[in-house]
């Protein structure tokens, strides 16, 4: 047997500490020469285990000096960076190229408006877009767009969206026998659902898919961030502290699982007073823009507190549908090239 053969035999009881699997095995030991007696060879390690040098080097150097034959040794050490990981979780199905979801926290602050008006708004601009309710147990979308009664069909085993002003849409709220039903789903069913929403519709082509999620920074809103291939993710707060605070850690939530927070909107911001034109601001003001600066993140932009906004959703004609030259509509549509400019800076 050669002498290489025989270090490498020898090597094979240095086990490397917490994985139990000696350092042969794990490919660690690289290019063993032998020369008159004197062997050679590299131990290759990576930034994250380049502490159990220390710990192996003496015994590497006394399995090896043991083998009949060693009169010498030199042993390098390799720091070799790690590759690049492979990206991993989901990927975007065909023909979507940007996905964001609409967060809050706290239940509504009207994540469902900004979501059904931002998307007529990008829609406005020429882009193709579609919106994925994932609010599953509270689904609201259909309603705010005034196709409460319309039935998804099926195409080769997918489900068609439906379509109203312009956009796709998939929604429980489609597939639920009377809208009124209660969704009585645990956790893996949800997931399902909406994997399903994702990749057994029908999008076709999208600029971009908005997401607007339920409300919560528990489990669920957290399991669809993690399901979802997200480009990013906008908050939605209204201006007092308790709203913000749970938007904050919606934010950070979203932080941490790695969604990249493209910008905060304050919600009912103010009040104008259609008789005395003054504003007022009923749910204080300036949260947004104050917990944008303190996350580092972009503030997007405010809308106001206003009964066109309410009235033309309950009645599923958006605002920047059913008025387009008000200011009403003027700030989805300042918030959507907000967002646009965030998402795809020029
Ligand atoms: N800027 C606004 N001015 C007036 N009314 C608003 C405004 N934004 C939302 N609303 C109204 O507030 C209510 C709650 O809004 P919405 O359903 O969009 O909130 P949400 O955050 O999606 O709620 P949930 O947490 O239940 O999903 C609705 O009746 C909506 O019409
Ligand atoms: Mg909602």
Not at 194 to 209: A, C, H, I, K, T
Not at 221 to 232: D, F
Request: net charge negative; glycine share 10%.
């Amino acid at each position: 047997m050669a002498l290489e053969d025989l270090v490498l035999d020898a090597l094979k009881q240095v086990m490397v500490p917490d994985v139990q699997r000696d350092v042969v095995a794990l490919g660690l030991i690289k290019e063993v020469k032998a020369q008159h007696g004197i062997v050679t060879f590299s131990v290759e390690l990576t930034p994250a285990s380049a502490g159990l040098q220390a710990r192996l080097d003496p015994q590497i150097k006394q399995a090896v000096k043991a083998v009949p034959g060693v009169n010498d040794l030199a042993v390098h050490y390799l720091i070799k960076p790690e590759a690049p990981a492979k990206p991993k979780g989901p990927s975007n199905p065909p023909g979507i190229k940007h996905i964001i979801a609409v967060g809050s926290g706290k239940g509504g602050v009207g994540k469902s408006t900004v979501t059904a008006n931002l998307a007529i708004a990008l829609s406005a601009s020429g882009l193709k877009v579609g919106i994925l309710d994932a609010d599953i147990y509270g689904p609201s979308i259909p309603l705010m767009l005034g196709a409460q009664d319309q039935k998804p069909g099926v195409l080769n085993e997918k489900l068609l969206p439906i379509e109203a002003h312009g956009l796709k849409l998939m929604s429980m709220g489609f597939l639920l026998p009377n809208a009124d039903d209660p969704v009585v789903w645990r956790g893996p069913m949800l997931a399902g659902a909406l994997r399903q929403f994702l990749n057994d519709v029908n999008w076709g082509e999208l600029d971009v898919l908005l997401v607007d999620l339920p409300p919560g920074t528990g489990d669920i809103p957290l399991t669809l961030v993690q399901l979802i291939p997200l480009s990013g993710a906008v908050i939605v707060i209204t201006p007092q502290p308790v709203a913000a605070a749970i938007g904050t850690k919606t934010l950070r939530m979203l932080q941490q699982s790695r969604v990249r927070i493209l910008g905060l909107i304050e919600n009912m911001s103010y009040f104008d007073c259609p008789t005395c034109h003054t504003e007022t601001a009923i749910f204080d003001r300036g949260g947004g823009a104050t917990t944008s600066e303190r996350e580092g993140v972009p503030f997007l932009g405010e809308i106001p507190l206003d009964p066109k906004i309410r009235a033309s959703g309950d009645a599923g004609i958006p605002v920047t549908i059913a008025e387009p030259d008000s200011p009403q509509a003027q700030a989805f549509r300042k918030l959507a090239d907000q967002l646009w400019a965030a998402l795809v800076p020029t």
